[in-house]
């Protein structure tokens, strides 16, 4: 059995170890591919049975070239980096790996927003470098700070991750509204489900949380922000595609939102004219909410599990609808 992995390195930089799927096959494991480039993708993966992908994109054109692919195992929760469809249609179970970073994300999407509202690495930074010395009070701030309770967070995408964020976001004393998911008891014990006009209209904070599909493709929009409050806070530790950031980086600009914190962004690694990177108002982090060591230890366990499971004949966690 041959396994191919084509993007390892952000999930085991030399931290960790692929023994796991050593034990399966004969492994082939390449730190980086082109994500663009599908000829050398198609190379790659060869005659490789079982190929095992993050960010590397299998599109039709790999599944059409390379027939010896029978499993396809994601090293992550989304699934658009896969063409799933194709793969349905040739049989191929698609698997991901679910619920493994669930606090690590929901602690970062409130640790941006708390930089944002505290701004307690600017006056760290401002101490450092000598401000409080030269204060003539006891005390100065470089911007108004936020306080946070009383206020409305509003989470697009009320899954596992959208209601961790929702808990702690309550603990803060903050009232909690939900679009975009079926209301579940778990979720309606955090917060009160709304539909995204109303949500948008009434919350001090936007924070996505919902994947990125045709219907969600820039669901942050010049429209949409412009139902939002003004003044309001955008999150974003979901899919950079969830938004259209020419259109947040206008009304970042203009004070229509008081700012935003994003972990990722449209085209990753970030591009130079991205919009985004020339507002002040915009906290930006390189899609790292999901590496702690700890979660990238479960995304190898369940990536194991998976190929286990598909390599008996009862694949988990499929995506795509196939089973042997």
């Known amino acids: 059995m041959r396994i191919v992995i084509l993007d ?18 004969e492994l082939t494991v390449y730190d980086r591919t ?67 970073s669930t606090m690590a994300v929901a602690q970062h999407t409130i640790a941006l927003l708390l930089e944002i509202c505290s701004k307690v690495g600017v006056h760290s930074a401002a101490v450092h470098a000598g401000d409080w010395q030269r204060s003539e009070d006891f005390c100065f701030w470089e911007a108004p700070l936020i306080e946070l309770s009383g206020r409305t967070f509003g989470v697009v995408g009320f899954g596992q991750i ?17 679009a975009g998911s079926r209301p579940c008891p778990e979720g309606e014990a955090i917060g009160t489900y709304t539909d995204l006009d109303t949500l948008l209209r009434e919350s001090d904070v936007v924070s996505l949380h919902c994947p990125l599909k045709d219907s969600t493709r820039k669901l942050i929009n010049a429209r ?24 947040l ?46 979660c990238r230890e479960r995304v190898m366990d369940i990536a194991v599990k998976n190929a286990r499971a598909f390599l008996a004949g009862r694949p988990e966690n499929v995506v795509n609808g196939v089973q042997l």
């Open 8 to 25: 390892a390195h952000t999930e085991n930089p030399g931290d960790l170890s692929w023994e796991g799927f050593e034990a399966l096959g």
């Open 34 to 100: 082109p994500k663009s480039d599908d000829r050398e993708i198609i190379r790659r993966i060869g005659d490789a049975q079982l190929v095992i992908t993050n960010k590397t994109p299998v599109r039709a054109a790999a599944l059409d070239a390379c027939p010896s692919i029978r499993y396809v195992g994601l090293l992550s929760t989304g699934t658009d980096v896969c063409d799933c469809a194709r793969a349905a249609e040739k049989g191929i179970p698609v698997s991901n790996i679910p619920a493994y």
């Open 162 to 178: 959208g209601r961790a964020a929702g808990r702690i976001a309550r603990a803060l004393g903050m009232r909690v509204l939900a």
């Open 224 to 247: 949409t922000i412009g139902a939002m409050k003004d003044g309001a806070i955008l999150l974003n530790t979901g899919r950079g595609g969830l938004v259209d950031e020419q259109a």
């Open 249 to 294: 980086a206008e009304a970042l600009r203009s004070g229509k939102l008081y700012a935003a914190g994003v972990d990722v962004v449209s085209v990753e690694p970030i591009l130079p004219d991205n919009p985004l990177l020339a507002c002040e108002n915009c906290l930006i982090t390189p899609h790292i909410a999901w590496t702690p060591r700890t």
